[in-house]
């Protein structure tokens, strides 16, 4: 497909320069430009599309960092266990971050309770919090439409929990599993037709129930290709993944494993170079 540009189309807000180059930049090093904070050298996180008055930049100090989003450390900003834990969680952070009072967010609150809400800082640098229509806005932001429920309308719209021979493992096709290993995600896509799992307290430890999985994988020659999925199965402890990867690549008849993950689009610090390599040994 031709460039924008070079097919002569006028460039849209959402393609300027300026967010070509906060994206090129978070491409190479998940980055946004750097600043100088003092004799620290720290990085604003622009929420992208339009430059934005000194005055509204979100800034952080230390101690801060847990309620508020803005100048981080360039060696946080790269630590995906960093962006987990500063995700956005609560409409006064996501208030802040819009730069909205916190009561016009107050119809969303309903709809947090029942859907909680989750953005990492790096997902949220790249949308543009002043359009109401950015599709990376649309896919992380409540909205109070989540809790209306048509005539017919279902919590599991798959039908998922039916087809699980075990907690957690939906076996729909004979040939084929897919293993919610966790509910958890880094972002809340607010579209998921698994969105009931998101405050379920799953009983019994993650170890058990992955044993379960891979016993009943075992015991259906049938099954020769395995999803892990979730929620996100790479917000798993790595050897806990290792584990069951293993364990699943030791079954005779299973011939593919798949990894489905948000995680390089949400949380693309996750991909260390540690978990590549732990990857790698579980490949065909
Ligand atoms: S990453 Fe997948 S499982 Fe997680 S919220 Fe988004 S659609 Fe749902």
Known sequence: MPCPNKAGRKRSPR???????????????????????????????????KPRPAGGEL?????????????????????WK???????????????ALERPVASLAPCRPVIRSYPLAITPYYLS??????????????????????????????????EERTMLVPGLIHRYPDRCLAIVTGDCAVYCRHCNRKRMWREKKPGGV??????????????????????????????????????????????????????SRAPVTLPMRITPELCAMLKRHRP
């Open 15 to 49: 393609h300027s320069n300026k967010r070509y180059k906060i994206c090129r930049d978070k491409a190479n090093n998940f980055l946004p430009a750097p600043v100088t904070n003092g004799t620290k050298q720290s990085t604003h996180i622009p929420l992208a599309g």
């Open 207 to 260: 170890r058990e129930r992955l044993q379960a999985m891979v016993d009943h994988v075992a015991r259906t020659p049938s099954i020769r290709e395995v999803i892990v999925s979730g929620g996100d199965p790479l917000l798993i402890p790595e050897r806990m993944l290792d584990w069951f990867l293993g364990a699943l690549q030791a079954v005779p008849h299973v011939e593919v494993l798949r990894i489905g």
């Open 59 to 79: 800034h952080i100090r230390q101690r801060d960092r847990q309620e508020n989003l803005g100048a981080v450390s360039v060696t946080d900003w790269c630590d």
């Open 82 to 96: 960093w962006q987990f834990r500063n995700r956005v969680r609560s409409l006064e952070k996501l208030a802040l």
């Open 126 to 159: 790249l949308l543009d919090p002043a359009d109401e229509k950015d599709p990376l806005r649309r896919q992380c932001f409540p909205d109070p439409r989540e809790l209306s429920f048509s005539l017919g309308e279902m919590t599991d719209p798959l039908g």
